[in-house]
C-alpha cells in the first residue's frame, strides 16, 4: 500500500473516532476555499450562495442543496468538491486551490452528522470539560491536574518532581506580586513547610494576596488595556499627571472591588448619585487617549479623535472586540 494512502486512512480513522466540530474541522477549510465566492461579501458573491451562513447554506434552491444536512449524495456542494468537470469543480480550475481528499471526507462526514454550524469561538459560552480518567490518581490534587497528568501519561512521560518549598514561593511570588521573594521569606517559609506542612503554603499564597504588591501586579493588564501613560504622546509627548488614576486602579484590585462596579466607575463614575472623589477620579479612564497640545490644531478634529479613540478603548477592554473598522463602515 503506498505511503500517502496508509497515512490517509490512519487520519480518516481518527477522525471517525469523535464527532466534528465545524470551527475546529470545516471552518478552516471552507474558509480557505470557499467563502471568497461564497462568503459575507456579496461584491465577490457567486451565485447568491452563501456558505458562511447555515440558514442560507442549506436553503433549496431550485429543488437542490449546497448542503443537505444528513444527505451527503444530496449535497451539491460535496458533488462540486469531487467532479472532475472543468465547469461544475468546486473550488474553480482557476482559483489554483484544491481540496484534499481527507478533507473531502471530513466534510462528507459532517454533513452526515446534520452539517452543524458554530459560532465564532470567541462567542461561544465556555463550557467546563469533565475532568479526564488517569492512572495516578492520587497524583492529581486538583481537577487541573488530572488534564496535566492525562497529557503526560498519554506521552509515556511522567510528571517531573515535586518542586522545593524554595522554588515554590518563588514561582508565586513572581506569579502574585511581580517581585521574588527575599532570602529572608525563603528562610521564614522553608522553616514553616518543616513545621506545619501543607498549611505553609496556604498561608504564604495569603501574605502574598494580601500583599500590596499583589494589587500592582494584576494592575498592569488592565492599566495597558486602558492605554495608561505619564506622558500626552504626539511629538512633543509631554508629561501628563494620570498617577492618580493609576493608583485608583491599584487600590481597586487590592480591595477586591466588584468588576461591575469597577466597570460602572470608571466609565460614568461621575454620573452615580452623590459620587465620592474616588469615583470621579475612576473616570480619568477616559482621559487616557492621545493629546496634542500643539499650536496650531483644530480642536473640533481633535476632538472627533478623542471619542474615536476612547470608543475603541472602551469596545476593546470590555467586548473583546476592536470596533475600529466601524469608523469608516458602519
Request: hydrophobic content about 40%; overall charge negative.
Amino acid at each position: 500500500m503506498p505511503r500517502s494512502l496508509a497515512l490517509l486512512l490512519v487520519s480518516l480513522s481518527a477522525f471517525a473516532a469523535e464527532d466534528l466540530r465545524f470551527n475546529r474541522d470545516i471552518r478552516p477549510i471552507l474558509s480557505e476555499n470557499c467563502f471568497y465566492c461564497h462568503g459575507q461579501d456579496p461584491k465577490h458573491r457567486e451565485a447568491k450562495l452563501r456558505l458562511d451562513v447555515r440558514s442560507e447554506a442549506v436553503a433549496e434552491r431550485d429543488g437542490t442543496f449546497a448542503i443537505a444536512p444528513g444527505h451527503p449524495e444530496k449535497s451539491e456542494l460535496l458533488k462540486r468538491l469531487l467532479s472532475h468537470d472543468p465547469d461544475e469543480q468546486m473550488p474553480p480550475p482557476d482559483s489554483h486551490r484544491k481540496v484534499s481528499p481527507a478533507q473531502i471526507e471530513i466534510i462528507r462526514r459532517w454533513i452526515a452528522q446534520g452539517a452543524p454550524y458554530e459560532q465564532h469561538w470567541s462567542f461561544l459560552p465556555p463550557e467546563r470539560a469533565p475532568a479526564p480518567k488517569v492512572g495516578d490518581a492520587n497524583w492529581a490534587r486538583q481537577p487541573f491536574d488530572r488534564f496535566v497528568l492525562a497529557k503526560l501519561e498519554g506521552e509515556k512521560l511522567r510528571p517531573s518532581p515535586e518542586a522545593r518549598p524554595a522554588t515554590w514561593l518563588r514561582r508565586a511570588a513572581f506569579d502574585l506580586t511581580g517581585l521574588p521573594p527575599t532570602p529572608t521569606d525563603i528562610a521564614a517559609f522553608e522553616t514553616d513547610v518543616a513545621r506545619r506542612g501543607e498549611q505553609a503554603y496556604a498561608l504564604a499564597a495569603d501574605r502574598l494576596l494580601a500583599s500590596p504588591r499583589f494589587g500592582e501586579r494584576l494592575a498592569q493588564d488592565w492599566l495597558d488595556v486602558s492605554r495608561y501613560a505619564d506622558t500626552h504622546g504626539f511629538n512633543n509627548d509631554s508629561a501628563r499627571s494620570m498617577w492618580r488614576w493609576r493608583d485608583y486602579v491599584i487600590e481597586a484590585f487590592n480591595a477586591n472591588l466588584p468588576f461591575d462596579r469597577f466597570v460602572t466607575e470608571q466609565l460614568a463614575g461621575d454620573l452615580l448619585p452623590s459620587p465620592t472623589p474616588d469615583q470621579r477620579l475612576a473616570t480619568a479612564f477616559n482621559r487616557n487617549h492621545v493629546i496634542n497640545s500643539e499650536g496650531g490644531i483644530i480642536d473640533e478634529e481633535y476632538r472627533v479623535e478623542y471619542v474615536a479613540d476612547r470608543v475603541r478603548t472602551t469596545s476593546t477592554a470590555l467586548l473583546g472586540l476592536t470596533m475600529e473598522c466601524a469608523r469608516c463602515h458602519d
